[in-house]
């Protein structure tokens, strides 16, 4: 069954703490894994998107990793700010536009 | 918001009656997503276009319908709306040129509660 876990379910750090974000998945075929940062009464919106190929990738103070062998993947938030108080999704693609598979996400509580 | 909007923002409705939800999209995507978001679950699909007049079932399809008549705009319709359709509801859109094509934008969201 294509499923998708996400750990912690939420999470509660110091301002200027970094953190980590877990992503474990059983989808195959594997098209791609998206983070999305949801923010309180808003739709998600994409912060990285990761092929098979990519281990890797930043967007600013935040930065994915994939290990497509171990179906494992993770986000890096680094210095966070109270602005990152959100929830965080990750969502991974099979084959097929319809083909999404999201999780249900880590909620961050950055605290100054 | 990548140039989608719903409407209505907000809604209140009884049960039994008929609601329709628009999502609204200026970017030209050619797929149209409707999920729905309540609290435990991940974001989950009811119906999808992959062109006008081009739809099909999402994994909770179950007492929605909806249509497409122009590129920019999906509709979604509870035809006799049930306390257990109260959610968030999300329009998507995705279908972008070069770089973007895998990417999904979503819109702000529509809240729909059934008393």
């Known amino acids: 069954k294509n499923q998708v876990e996400q750990s912690p379910q939420s999470l509660i750090i110091l301002e200027g703490k970094n953190c980590t974000l877990q992503?474990?998945?059983?989808?195959?075929?594997?098209?791609?894994l998206r983070w999305y940062k949801q923010d309180t009464g808003r739709g998600p919106v994409s912060l990285t998107i990761?092929?098979?190929?990519?281990n890797t990738k930043s967007n600013g103070r935040y930065t994915a990793t994939l290990d497509a062998d171990t179906k494992q993947s993770s986000l890096h938030i680094t210095a966070s700010q109270l602005s990152d108080s959100a929830s965080y999704i990750c969502?991974?693609?099979?084959?097929?536009?319809?083909?999404?598979?999201f999780g249900t996400g880590t909620r961050l509580t950055v605290i100054p | 918001d990548a140039g989608i909007t719903q409407s209505p923002r907000h809604k209140v409705t009884e049960t039994g009656t008929p609601v329709t939800l628009r999502c609204h999209q200026t970017?030209?995507?050619?797929?149209m997503y409707w999920y729905r978001q309540d609290p435990g679950h991940g974001l989950r699909l009811i119906h999808y276009?992959?062109?006008?007049?081009?739809?099909d079932k999402g994994e909770v399809s179950d007492g929605y319908s909806v249509s497409r008549s122009k590129t920019e705009d999906f509709l979604l319709t509870l035809e006799s709306a049930t306390s257990s359709q109260t959610s968030v509801y999300f329009c998507?859109?995705?279908?972008?040129?070069?770089?973007?094509?895998?990417?999904?934008?979503f819109g702000p969201g529509t809240r729909l509660t059934v008393t």
């Open positions: 998507a859109i995705s279908g972008g040129s070069g770089a973007t094509t895998y990417e999904q934008y």
């Open positions: 969502v991974v693609t099979g084959t097929g536009a319809n083909n999404l598979f």
């Open positions: 970017e030209n995507h050619r797929y």
């Open positions: 992503c474990n998945y059983t989808v195959s075929p594997f098209s791609n």
């Open positions: 990761m092929t098979f190929s990519e």
């Open positions: 276009s992959y062109g006008v007049k081009d739809t």
